[in-house]
Nanobody, 125 residues
């Protein structure tokens, strides 16, 4: 299977920048895209950015401008550069690897998606 792990969260003052990293391991041939989500207290999880294997980058309109996703396909990593952070960016940030569902690797089948445990980002005013 695929294991996903985030790093780089922490406490930062408003206006500053922070860079999150995500590393995938295991059956990485399953992965078709890597995404970042976030979930603030009391709110639903929301999509922040997507980077596909073919290089397509997508941001929801609400995330355009201050978030930049990058990816290294060979290393199976993805980064999220966040700039001009605001207190409302405070959330747990999750890395998600989208899988090619049903693709078989050896005796194992790929799943729809794989989630990391999340990393806390806290922005103080």
């Amino acid at each position: 299977q695929v294991r996903v792990a985030e790093s780089g969260g922490g406490l930062v003052q408003a206006g500053n920048s922070l860079r999150l990293s995500c590393a995938a391991s295991g059956d990485t041939e399953c992965i078709s895209a890597m995404k970042w989500y976030r979930q603030a207290p009391g709110k639903e999880r929301e999509l922040v950015a997507v980077a596909t294997n073919s290089g397509t980058i997508y941001y929801p309109n609400s995330m355009k401008g201050r978030f930049t996703i990058s990816r290294d396909n060979e290393k199976n990593t993805a980064q999220l550069q966040m700039s001009n952070l605001k207190p409302e960016d405070t959330a747990v940030y999750y890395c998600n690897a989208e899988g090619v569902y049903g693709l078989t690797i050896g005796t194992r089948k790929c799943e729809y998606e794989y989630w990391g445990q999340g990393t806390q980002v806290t922005v103080s005013s």
